[in-house]
């Protein structure tokens, strides 16, 4: 396995969901998996055979999305659960109740919202972007260890490109901007991601550590997180570039069941500066790869979760 994702080799050809290969045997657990991506990633997963845990945070939503994957594939072996990444007392009910995952899909986030805070009082973003999936990864970790071709998927943005860690005021009490700390929680997607990613290798463990993001994509994250004129900018700028979700969920699929997926790579679109595409590896922000930010945001994690990983520093 590679320390850092490797150089971009360029397009894996029109890879589409129809190239995923069986997943019959394979429990894997797709954060918000209701609307947008996730729920492009469930059906798709399951129309291939993929035991299937959707973990949404509307269940009358998530009961929707379960019926109509049902609808088109009447032998999709679906579970629905209850998940709410900005309380980090049902991440642990949540991974208390799984029983197996082989893969793990941290796709779930909010996008731009006024400021708020978790349940345990952190800026939303944050929490919910990356505090909550590392919570949950932490917590799923010794049945990851027992997964087939087990995976962690972390889902970040194009957005992490313009983010950097604010650890001075890492919950915007002094300073919040909603697309600032936006991008700071993609960027700590990355961070996480690749610094799991070296651990796993110190460790010795098989389990891959993948990044994915899927481009600028026509999504209820424009229109239920941005107001005002950001959310009609997003609006319509959605409109003009984006793609539909289940060209965005491309990347998220090939990286959660590609056989030649390695641990530590970035997967995004291929065209149009990661705007859209089909997948391919890409190259993630410089400041992503710094060690001793990650380190730093590791620890932090911890801390704030209170959950910690068994694994090597």
Sequence with gaps: MNDT????????????????????GRTIVVTGANSGIGF??????????????????DEGKGTEAVERIQA?????????????????????????AVRRVDVLINNAGVMMPPRELTAQGYELQFGVNHLGHFALTALLFEDLRKGRDARVVTVSSRAHMSGRMHFDDLHGEHNY??????????????????????RLRASGLGIRSVLAHPGV???????TGPTGLTKVVMQLGS????????????????????????SGQFIGPD???????YPTVVEPLDAARDRQVARRLWE??????GVRFPLPT
């Design 72 to 96: 088109e594939h009447p032998d999709a072996t679906l579970e629905l659960r209850y998940l709410d990444l900005a309380d980090l007392d049902t991440v642990r009910e949540f991974a208390g």
């Design 217 to 223: 994509v026509a999504t209820n994250l424009q229109s």
């Design 5 to 24: 994702p490797e150089e971009d080799t360029g397009s894996t050809g029109q890879w589409t969901a129809d190239d995923i290969p069986s997943q019959i």
């Design 239 to 262: 409109k003009l570039v984006a793609q539909p979700a289940e060209m965005g969920a491309l990347p998220v699929l090939y990286a959660a069941t590609h056989p030649d997926v390695e």
């Design 40 to 57: 492009e990633t469930a059906r798709a997963l399951a129309a291939h055979g993929a035991q299937v845990v959707m973990a949404v945070r």
């Design 300 to 305: 932090i994690s911890e801390d704030l979760s």
């Design 177 to 198: 901007s909603r697309g600032g700390y936006y991008a700071q929680s993609k960027l700590a997607n990355v961070v996480f991601g690749l610094e799991l990613h070296r």
């Design 271 to 277: 065209a149009r500066n990661g705007m859209k595409g």
